[in-house]
């Protein structure tokens, strides 16, 4: 058995959510190599190198794979496949544009968002908006799949350092894509998908400049992320990238306070896996109490002021 990780990275740094597939694809079982495919990544390389469990990092360079277009990411891993039973990548924006074409290219189907191995073939993933958990089997000579992220802990470095090969990438650039710009969202907070902590409002907030007066200091004194409701992000209290749920990002942190929010099966479905939830809502029977760890019916005017006093 073997296995093929795709790193996620920026060209820069290796993100934590590499880690997080690695432990996913070690529960599987086999020889696992990550590919680092971008531009100048030997950093990234040296990283990928350091974490436990690997046995090759194949260093893949050149012009066409710098911004992770997904034809030529693609050629590049399809040009691979061959050496390998199972070809797994983070279920992140880069991950989810690039394997389907992957899966589409090597004819198989491409099992998505994987939350839990049962066997080398058999997967649960989440359907439903994560109401239900799906258990797939797949008979596909090459299983392709995307690792959710927040359902796995990160592998740690290990006591050795795999070796790291570059390889020879051909024509990787496919002609059918070409990269104009990134324009990336300014925070100083740590990013939604990584945080330890989330702080989230609601629609009970009211206004933008109430979410930023309340939600703000609370996560500032956390040292958390700030996430949002899809009715905060859409009445504009809260910008569209921190919108959590079925259609925004799915987070698992150690603490998760939802602030005004009531519950939604939608807004679960983003944030339920996280460890503790707190809950502060005027309505005792709000759904979000029934995944609340610690629920305090309270106006979240008087309680998050008074809770950031105490801290
Ligand atoms: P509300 O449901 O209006 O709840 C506000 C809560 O605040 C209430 O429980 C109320 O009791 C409480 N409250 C009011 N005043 C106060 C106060 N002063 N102090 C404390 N509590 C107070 N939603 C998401 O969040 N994420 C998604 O990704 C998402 N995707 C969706 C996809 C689809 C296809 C659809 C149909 C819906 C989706 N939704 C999503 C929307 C979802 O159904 C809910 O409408 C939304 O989550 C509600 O947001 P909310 O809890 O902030 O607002």
Do not use: W
């Not at 390889?167 to 990013?191: M, Y």
């Not at 930023?212 to 009715?231: N, W, Y």
């Amino acid at each position: 058995m073997a296995i093929l990780l795709f790193a996620e990275h920026d060209n820069v740094t290796l993100s934590e959510q590499t880690a997080k597939a690695l432990s996913a694809a070690a529960k599987i079982g086999g020889d696992i190599d990550i590919l680092v495919a971008g531009k100048n990544v030997r950093v990234v390389a040296e990283a990928s190198a350091k974490l436990s469990g690997v046995r090759t990092v194949l260093v893949a360079e050149s012009d066409a794979l710098e911004n992770q277009l997904a034809e030529n990411a693609a050629t590049l891993i399809v040009s691979l496949s061959g050496d390998y039973d199972t070809i797994v990548a983070p279920a992140t924006a880069n991950g989810k544009n690039i394997l389907p074409r992957v899966a589409a290219l090597l004819d198989v189907m491409q099992i998505s968002e994987v939350m839990d191995v049962v066997d080398a073939d058999t997967f649960k993933r989440p359907i439903y908006a994560g109401n239900a958990v799906e258990v797939v089997q797949t008979t596909d000579a090459t299983k392709v799949m995307t690792i959710r992220t927040s359902s796995f802990g990160a592998t740690e470095d290990g006591s050795t350092t795999a070796p790291i090969k570059s390889i020879d990438v051909g024509a990787t650039d496919a002609g059918k894509s070409s990269f104009i710009e990134n324009i990336l969202s300014q925070n100083d907070r740590p990013e939604l998908g990584s945080a330890k902590i989330i702080v989230s409002g609601g629609r009970a907030l009211g206004s933008e400049e109430k979410f930023k007066a309340v939600i703000t200091p609370l996560a500032d004194k956390l040292g958390a992320a700030v996430g949002a409701s899809r009715a905060a992000v859409d009445a504009g209290y809260a910008p569209n990238d921190l919108q959590v749920g079925q259609t925004g990002k799915v987070v698992a942190p150690d603490l998760y306070i939802a602030c005004g929010i009531s519950g939604a099966i939608q807004h679960l479905a983003g944030m339920k896996d996280s460890k503790v939830i707190v809950a502060i809502n005027t309505d005792e029977d709000a759904p979000i109490f029934q995944v609340a760890d610690y629920g305090i019916v309270g106006d979240l005017f008087d309680v998050l002021p008074e809770l950031e006093g105490q801290l």
